[in-house]
């Protein structure tokens, strides 16, 4: 299930474009265009709406792009975890994450993040935050499974940066890329 960005966006009660989906389609416009292309007018154009709608949102440029860091965070990595967390047993936990992560697209922009992170000092402590989260909650999920601290932390990493590459230079279909994951959960959880 991915994110596009399409006229459902729309509410039709108002044909206004919420915060949340100025900061989806600025994600999508950040992973073709790169940070210098996420402008207000290349952005409403995207979503079909004129840019003068971006100011209910928004102040300016630079508030749209520290809005677009936390919601990757807040979207793509702490509701994740938060969710993961109500899964039991722990195996079916690391599992779940990694099925939801790969399925729904979760990393996807994390490439477009690191890439915008190597210029600009906001984006890279959002990043580095981001990412430090992922390690620390994978390990503990693999420490969760009965994994000693040092192969805890060891598979949480592979598992964690096996998804984000996978996710931003592969580009393999959807059925493919569950077709193989289940058998890389099963290597990552073998003693």
Do not use: C
Not at 24 to 32: F, Q, V
Not at 59 to 80: C, F, G, I, P, S
């Amino acid at each position: 299930m991915g994110m596009s960005i399409d006229h459902s966006m729309v509410s039709s009660k108002s044909n206004r474009l919420s915060r949340d989906d100025w900061l989806r389609g600025a994600l999508e416009l950040l992973s073709t265009a790169g940070v210098e292309g996420v402008k207000i007018v290349p952005l409403a154009e995207r979503l079909g709406v004129t840019s003068g709608s971006f100011y209910w949102h928004f102040k300016n440029r630079r508030e749209l792009h520290d809005a677009v860091v936390d919601y990757w965070e807040r979207e793509m990595t702490d509701a994740a975890i938060e969710a993961a967390k109500l899964i039991e047993p722990p195996e079916e936990r690391i599992w779940r994450l990694m099925e939801n992560v790969m399925t729904q697209g979760l990393a996807r922009f994390d490439l477009a993040i690191w890439h915008w992170a190597q210029t600009d000092a906001e984006a890279k402590k959002v990043f580095k935050r981001t990412i430090d989260k992922r390690f620390a909650f994978a390990k503990w999920m693999f420490m969760q499974a009965g994994f000693d601290k040092v192969q805890a932390e060891a598979r949480g990493r592979l598992t964690v940066v096996y998804m984000m590459g996978e996710s931003t230079l592969i580009s393999d279909t959807a059925g493919k890329r569950k077709k193989l994951l289940r058998l890389k959960y099963e290597i990552l959880i073998k003693p």
